[in-house]
């Protein structure tokens, strides 16, 4: 199983922060299944990838560690390929969504962390 763990500090409000979240998802072609105060989950839609291809993203937002505004997001990116090659579809898709969190205009980006 494929899975890529990334952590990022952002700056935004946390009033309808899992709204904004998953509009990000949204952005990067990924449906909502799940989305509750802290936490969204979203996956490929069915017929864009093979079966074991399909990947599924989890965002943690970490409310009871805000600071000034700042906000850490943990965001897991999986599926049920096995890691055979150095680019494979789940890794690609946890690249494209790091670049999506560094550069979307729905909040701002302070960093990314490490694990």
């Given at each position: ?9 952002i ?14 998802l ?48 943990t ?41």
């Amino acid at each position: 199983m494929a899975r890529y763990a990334y952590y990022y500090l952002i700056k935004a409000s946390t009033d309808c922060l899992q709204d904004i979240v998953a509009q990000v998802l949204e952005d990067c072609n990924l449906r909502i299944t799940y989305k509750s105060e802290d936490y969204v989950m979203a996956q490929e839609p069915i017929g864009e990838s093979s079966f074991n291809q399909l990947v599924k993203v989890e965002v943690l937002i970490h409310k009871s560690d805000m600071q000034n505004d700042k906000v850490k997001l943990t965001c897991v990116t999986k599926n049920g390929e096995l890691q055979l090659q150095n680019q494979n579809h789940c890794q690609r898709m946890a690249i494209k969504l790091q670049e999506v969190f560094r550069r979307t205009p729905r909040w701002q980006f302070v960093e990314q962390l490490n694990g």
